[in-house]
């Protein structure tokens, strides 16, 4: 979910296409040893995951990861925080043009989308591996077909699901009666009641994810963003509606749209603050758990659009020159095992959903999931509506390029 800066990655790629060589190293073998086998070899080894680290309640629950897999496995999980994951891709990159093939700094990265389709076609990615984790058979496959495809890509087993998300919209209600239903109402709204909205700049991935929605609401035939873009007439043509709809929307936002929050946590910021009504949201209990840890007033509450709205699944993968490839492994399956996933859900903690088929563990573990409080502003999954799929990869970067031109200041 974690975006990249456009320029660097992409002046990055480009140098790898054009290196001898580089693209057409052979692909990693699948992983297969024996799970006691892997076990024995993480123990006491380094783990340094990348993941975005610009949310104090994120942090914490990689925190407590941490501690478990120290208690449990001897693993050293150092968290290396992020505020884009380009940082990371890019270091892997590099890495591979310097001819380092073993011995990486990075070990684990949080990590889907462009970013994903990107390492996997340039080969940077270690396995496939998903088959040896144990805890991998728990996903929920039929119901949650995201945690096989990420944007459109399928996984193939080079990245493993660890928690699912959708986007959503945080409103106070002590101010606000009626919520729009669709993205041609948010900006009647947005008219009605000027400086009360805005969305985080892309490429931060809620913006990003803001600008999708639009565009798949208003697309002529947004089965054309399930493709890989094919040429800038396209392009120009499916985006059209968007940037109208921005154009007209920009002048009603937060402090006339001349300037934008930098991320998730700095919208939800406003909203606690009182500057805004109405935020966004990927994680569909975040405003129960903002509210549960202070961050938000007790009256904020969750809506979506009537049609439906944008959900993905967020992915850990292992660099192809991962130095802890069985640590980063027992991580990975650590992540997926129904206490974390149970943690990971809690308002208390994160308010991330689970990828797991609860009808796949045993009694106990799905007592984890059937204690915890879904919280007064949480929405059932009967009123999340329908899950609109993610664009193709290319659609984002071109989007997003176009935006900055467009927008930034």
Request: proline share 7%; charged share 20%.
């Amino acid at each position: 979910m974690i975006r990249r800066r456009l320029p660097v990655f992409s002046m990055l790629l480009a140098a790898l296409a054009t290196a001898s060589g580089l693209c057409a190293a052979a692909a990693q073998a699948a992983e297969t040893r024996p799970w006691a086998e892997i076990l024995k070899a993480a123990e006491g080894q380094t783990v340094y995951w990348n993941a975005w680290g610009g949310d104090e309640r994120i942090n914490a629950y990689i925190a407590w990861v941490r501690d478990q897999v120290k208690q449990n496995f001897s693993i050293d999980l150092q968290h290396v925080k992020l505020t884009d994951t380009a940082d990371a891709v890019s270091r892997v990159l590099a890495e591979r043009a310097a001819g380092k093939k073993e011995d990486g700094a990075i070990d684990l990265i949080w990590i889907n989308g462009e970013n994903f389709a990107a390492m996997k076609d340039k080969q940077l990615l270690y396995g496939p591996f998903t088959k040896v984790l144990p805890n991998f058979d728990l996903v929920d496959f039929d119901n949650k077909p995201s945690t096989l495809v990420d944007f459109t890509v399928p996984t193939e087993g080079y990245e493993a699901p660890w928690g699912m998300a959708k986007l959503n919209f945080i409103y106070d209600s002590a101010r606000v009666e009626k919520t729009p239903g669709s993205i041609p109402e948010l900006l009647d709204w947005a008219k009605t009641y000027p400086g009360r909205f805005t969305y985080p700049a892309p490429p931060d991935f809620l913006g990003s994810t803001f600008l999708k929605q639009v565009l798949i609401e208003l697309a002529p035939d947004p089965a054309f963003l399930q493709a890989p873009v094919e040429n800038d007439s396209q392009v120009e043509q499916v985006a059209r509606p968007l940037w109208q709809y921005l154009d007209a929307l920009h002048p009603h936002l937060w402090r006339g749209g001349k300037g934008f929050p930098a991320s998730g946590p700095a919208q939800r910021q406003l909203l606690d603050d009182g500057e805004v009504d109405i935020t966004l949201s990927f994680y569909p209990s975040e405003a129960s758990s903002a509210i549960a840890n202070d961050l938000l007033p007790e009256t904020a509450r969750t809506f979506v659009l009537d049609k439906g709205t944008i959900g993905n699944t967020h992915f850990v993968a292992i660099p192809f020159n991962a130095k802890a490839v069985e640590g980063a492994l027992v991580v990975t399956n650590f992540l997926m095992s129904p206490k974390a996933q149970a943690v990971k859900q809690s308002p208390e903690a994160w308010g991330d959903d689970t990828v797991l088929a609860l009808s796949k563990l045993s009694d106990g573990d799905r007592q984890l999931f059937a204690t915890l409080p879904r919280g007064d502003a949480t929405l059932s999954p009967e009123e999340l509506g329908p899950t609109l799929l993610e664009p193709h990869p290319s659609w984002m970067t071109r989007i997003e390029a176009e935006w900055q031109q467009r927008y930034a200041r």
